[in-house]
Every structure is written in structure tokens, then in C-alpha cells.
């Protein structure tokens, strides 16, 4: 069993119920994000799950040069405050660069690092040395036991508040497929761990000049995540995904989740038990 890392009144790990952590893949602008917040905060309170609001405010891996990116370290920690401040929400983003953590640590309350980064030493040290709960993502190239050098490497800071996410492994040319062994095995490693269930429906590069997705195949990935047992479930959701700026095809409809979670729930709860 995994050790409990404490969030305000939020408990990752043991036998606590899953966490959401959920919002659109990047900060298009402000009402959007504002928008999304409040009506994901407004199921979750009605389902009972612990909800975490999450934005990227820069893409910095994207397929294409032209591809949006987002508003940018200072715009976007300007509107993940304002989250907080309105709904009373934590909030997460990725970070990219040792020199972020400091600055996304007086907003953020969860520092996410993303997977082709997971193994960067100084983004790692920079991101525990803040004291933070840091997500790691485990990279699509990596073996799940090779996770426990990242932890070690956040440990080493002092720092012991530390999630891991599964988000696929990739299987050949532009494809991932989940291994479920691995929600097991970084478990192992004594942390929380994060099933994402829209990255790991991904066609990377897929679509030449963007990413694929194949959506319709949360659902079913989120329920076999849930039933191997995991501490949070991570997705993209957005209102209307075939016009958003990033990771559209692989986003949950926002009209879709409440059904979604409702079965996820029911699950875990028997998971939990």
C-alpha cells in the first residue's frame, strides 16, 4: 500500500478514494479555464470526489512549431490563482525548466513534471527543493521499476511528497498501449500513483502535425485503471474538445465525465474497501 500524501483536507494513497485531477490540457484563456473549473467543481462536489483543477500554461512539447503553447509562466500562474481564489481549488501545471519551480511553487500546490522530462536531475531537484507535492509522469520510454530512481532523486531533496502517473508506454510508431502491471509496480515504490486516462490514448503525432487521440476509450481504460487499484485519475476535459488548442481528440466531452466518474466511483469504492 502506498503512503498518504496530505493536500489540504485531500489524501492521495492508502485506502482514501481516488482523486480527480482534471481541467483542459492548456490555459486557452481565462474564461475557459474559469468556466471548466467551476462546472468540474460542481460534479465532483455532487459525486463526492476530491478534485484537483489542472492547466498547462505552456505546451513546450508540441508536435509542430505553429502548434499554441498557452499564455506562458506569468499569464497563466495569474489565472490557476484565480481558480483558487474563486472555487477554493488546488491547482497543478506542468513545469519544464529548473529555473519554474520556484516561481510556480508560490501558486501551485502540486508541481507536475512531464514524462519526456522525468528523468531531468535539476528539474527533479528544483521541483522537490520547493517543498511541494510533486507529480512525476512516468516517461512513455521508461519501465516502471525505473521509476524508483526518479523517487530516489526527489527523496534526496528531502522531500518525500511525491505521486507517480502511468500515461502509457509506447508501442511502436505513434501508439501507446497502458501496461497495467505498472499501477502495481510504482505502487510498489511506496507513493500515491496517477492513472492519466487521456494521454494514454494518444496517437502521438498521429495526425502529422498534431497528436491523435482516440477518446471514446477512457471510459475503459479509466474503469480497468480503477479496478487494479490506483490513487487519482487524471484527465483532460474540455467543453468542446474538436476545437481545442491542444490534445483534443484524446479529451473527455465535459457533458460526458459525470457519467464516467459515476462508474470509476462505484468501482473504487469497492477497490477501497
Same mark, same amino acid.
Given at each position: ?20 485531477? %482534471? ?31 489542472? &492547466? ?24 490557476? %490563482? ?5 472555487? #477554493? ?11 519554474? &519551480? %520556484?516561481? %510556480?511553487?508560490?501558486?501551485? #500546490?502540486?508541481?507536475?513534471?512531464? &514524462? ?5 536531475? #535539476? ?49 511502436? +510508431? ?42 471514446? +476509450? ?8 480503477? &479496478? ?46
Amino acid at each position: 500500500m502506498s503512503k498518504e500524501v496530505i493536500l489540504n483536507d485531500i489524501k492521495f494513497g492508502g485506502k482514501n478514494p481516488f482523486v480527480l485531477i %482534471a481541467g483542459p490540457c492548456m490555459i486557452e484563456d481565462e474564461s475557459l479555464v474559469l468556466s471548466t473549473a467551476e462546472k468540474v467543481k460542481e460534479l465532483t462536489t455532487k459525486l463526492g470526489i476530491p478534485y484537483v483543477f489542472k &492547466a498547462s500554461f505552456d505546451k513546450a512539447n508540441r508536435s509542430s512549431i505553429h502548434s499554441h503553447r498557452g499564455p506562458g509562466l506569468e499569464k497563466g500562474l495569474e489565472i490557476l %490563482a484565480k481558480v483558487k481564489e474563486q472555487f #477554493d481549488l488546488p491547482v497543478t501545471s506542468d513545469i519544464h525548466e529548473p529555473g519554474q &519551480a %520556484a516561481v %510556480a511553487a508560490e501558486v501551485l #500546490d502540486i508541481l507536475q513534471i512531464p &514524462a519526456f522530462l522525468c528523468r531531468q536531475t #535539476d528539474l527533479l531537484v528544483a521541483a522537490g527543493k520547493t517543498g511541494k507535492i510533486v507529480n512525476v509522469k512516468k516517461g512513455q520510454f521508461l519501465a516502471p521499476w525505473d521509476m524508483k530512481n526518479v523517487v530516489t532523486k526527489l527523496r534526496e531533496t528531502g522531500n518525500d511528497n511525491i505521486l507517480l502517473t502511468e500515461r502509457g508506454s509506447t508501442f511502436g +510508431y505513434n501508439n501507446l498501449v497502458v501496461d497495467y502491471r505498472s499501477l502495481i509496480t510504482m505502487r510498489e515504490l511506496g507513493v500515491p500513483v496517477v492513472f492519466d486516462a487521456t494521454h494514454s490514448v494518444q496517437i502521438p503525432g498521429g495526425n502529422g502535425t498534431t497528436t491523435g487521440g482516440k477518446r471514446e +476509450y477512457v471510459p475503459y481504460l479509466s474503469r480497468a485503471a480503477v &479496478a487494479v487499484g490506483v490513487d487519482s485519475v487524471f484527465m483532460e476535459v474540455h467543453p468542446n474538445p474538436d476545437e481545442a488548442l491542444s490534445d483534443g481528440p484524446n479529451t473527455v466531452k465535459l457533458e460526458e465525465l459525470e457519467n464516467i466518474l459515476k462508474q470509476i466511483k462505484e468501482i473504487d469504492n469497492i477497490m477501497k474497501l
